[in-house]
């Protein structure tokens, strides 16, 4: 490639929801591709009987194990409605939608996979950053 150019690889997990032979989703892969000004974007996926082979099912098994039973409010803190039930702008209910997911997230990171570990040892959270 030449010098100054961009590209992304994405590895889907061959369910129904990231199919690569879908329209939906290769309409979809083409406006990221466009939006993020890109030179290349490849899109791949393990084969249903290679799935041992396959990052994303290898960490999302630990990672949803750890939110079994978890409940996450869907409001701010300090307010009794979520969001979306309030009479507001709609500016103001997606700036307050993203407070909460951000929030939300951030707890989910901190608090239920801050120890967790792929393979016995290595971080989840590392990983999921690809700082390893």
């Not at 879908?22 to 791949?44: G, P, Q």
């Not at 039930?85 to 209910?93: A, F, G, R």
């Not at 570990?117 to 999921?128: A, E, R």
Request: neutral net charge.
């Amino acid at each position: 490639m030449k010098h100054g150019k961009t590209a992304a690889l994405l590895i889907a997990d061959s369910g129904p929801d990231w199919n690569t032979a879908s329209l939906v989703n290769a309409v979809l892969l083409m406006r990221l591709w466009r939006d993020c000004n890109l030179d290349m974007l490849v899109i791949c996926s393990y084969a249903a009987r290679f799935s041992a082979y396959n990052h994303i099912e290898h960490l999302w098994s630990p990672m949803s194990k750890l939110l079994t039973s978890v409940t996450l409010p869907a409001n701010i803190p300090g307010e009794d409605k979520a969001p979306c039930q309030q009479k507001l702008p709609k500016e103001t209910i997606k700036a307050k939608e993203v407070q909460v997911f951000d929030r939300e997230i951030s707890q989910v990171c901190e608090v239920h996979w801050k120890d967790a570990t792929f393979d016995g040892s290595t971080s989840i959270l590392k990983c999921l950053n690809n700082d390893i």
